[in-house]
């Protein structure tokens, strides 16, 4: 670097002097026109100087930073295996473990662990050829054996998977170290889709027996091949956990993390995490709901986003005398006002919904009968078929003959049981004054997440259910509506059984031609809606929100919440100039 002081130290004393002399004899003004010029020069050249840098450069992310999430529910399972059913072990397997494919921001897949894969003419062999520079967090090398592995223990009916159903006839083999191949029984459509499952190490979890399985430590100290790995968790006196640490793996096989750390925090109250947002104690929040979207305060990106899910009253006619009457059930879906629910409950971030199939996906059949709300005809149904206010207290009764063929008097009486979110909350007692206008006594049981997976719908122990299911983009209703899956861990929540939707189901299962395949699935849908299994009432948007810090966030269409993480490895919070990639 030029140094003035530097130059005249190493300067000839003689050469030094004319110097002094000159500039003692000039006026002052020409001093001052010599000071002037030069600093016109050294201005200049520092001008064309940033302006170069800043013409050839751009912003770009560096390394360093933490990120901090507030998520609704707490982890039970951060294992691919068993973490299906839970919106919090789903968000964090994803940041943990890798599958041979993954979606991309755009909802298409992506090969993942495998650097390619091939699928035989008859579709019914998938070979996979894994990457051969993939380390698990502990420092073990992933290999073939780890996928054989993982699909074996999904498969093995002792582990209790809930995606069990979907390697159902599939034979996975190892062909070396490095390429694995699955066959089919039959031609399954969407089973790409199956591939994008988490892989699990062998060399932790093979000598764990079943029935130990969820109670192993590893499920909520995970080792993966994610990009981010296992640092710590805190739990409070009670012995739940409120927060999780996860540091990001230097030896990803992918491009590495930008964000140093990741931080989650866990709430059993959607109010409490706008509080934790708006005091700076988090920089997003997993789940806003529409009442609270403008609770939050300035610099945060909100994403809207439509979700191939949607939430439904689910009937267990096992449980409830009144609701395996077909008539009860229709009058219920005519006693319905779904665009009110959506207007004024969700603030118009969801739409209606009429089918267990949503509009734009594979299948959807536009010409369902549709039960508009219409009391009325809710009302005419059930006192044409006995239901009547007997005892004049405004709610309906009917004379039934019991098991011993005795007239005994039924109230017409109904247990809707949802979790305490608020937002289901506010529904569950919309539903509640809607049928209760008609004549239906409706009582509301909320319960957290974990006591309505635990203790009902595992059991299958409740009349009626407000609860939601989730899609893909290739839809396959199968474990929602066929009946080899009314027992968990299957999904099929009514316990829906019919044995002509079974075998749509699984024909269209087994159909390539995507034609042939929607209109089996049409089918499917209108002898569904004639039996009446649920009340569909809406597919909601999903509200995320997230600090205006937090950068390089691309989302585009996303299967569920937790594929919001599908490239957390190019957010960043520090930023660099960098050289523009044109150039």
Known sequence: MFSIKKFFSETKPAFREKVFCIWRVLPAKEKLLVFCLGAVIIITSLSWFFLYYFKNTEIGPDFGGKYTEAILGEPRYINPVLAQTNDADRDLSIIIFSGLAKYNKSGGIDSDLAEKYEISADGKIYTFYLRKNIKWHDGEDLTADDVIFTIATIQNIEYHSPIRVNWQGVIAEKVDDYTVKFSLNNVYAPFLENTTIGIIPKHIWQDILPQNFPLAKFNLQPIGSGPYKFKKLQKDKLGKIVSMEFSAFDDYYSERSYISALEFSFYDSPEVMVQIYNNKLAQGINFLSAENRNKIKDHANIYSLKLPRYFSVFFNQNQSVVLADKNVRLALNYATDKRKIVDEILGGNAETVNSPILPDLLGFNSDIKIYDFLPEEAARILEESGWRDLDGDGFREKKIKNDKKEEEIVPLEITLATTNWPELLNVAEFLKKNWGQVGVKITVDSKSIGEIQQEYI?????????????????????????????????????????????????EARQTVSVEERAKKYEEFQNLLINDVPAVFLYSPHYLYAVSNKIKGIEIDKVVMPSQRFSDVNKWYIETQRVKKENL
């Open 458 to 506: 595992r059991p299958r122990k409740y009349q009626a259910l407000l609860f939601g299911q989730i899609l893909s983009y290739l839809p396959d209703p199968f474990s929602f509506w066929h009946s080899s899956q009314k027992k968990d861990p299957g999904l099929n929540l009514s316990l829906y059984d019919n044995r002509n939707a079974d075998k749509l189901l699984e």
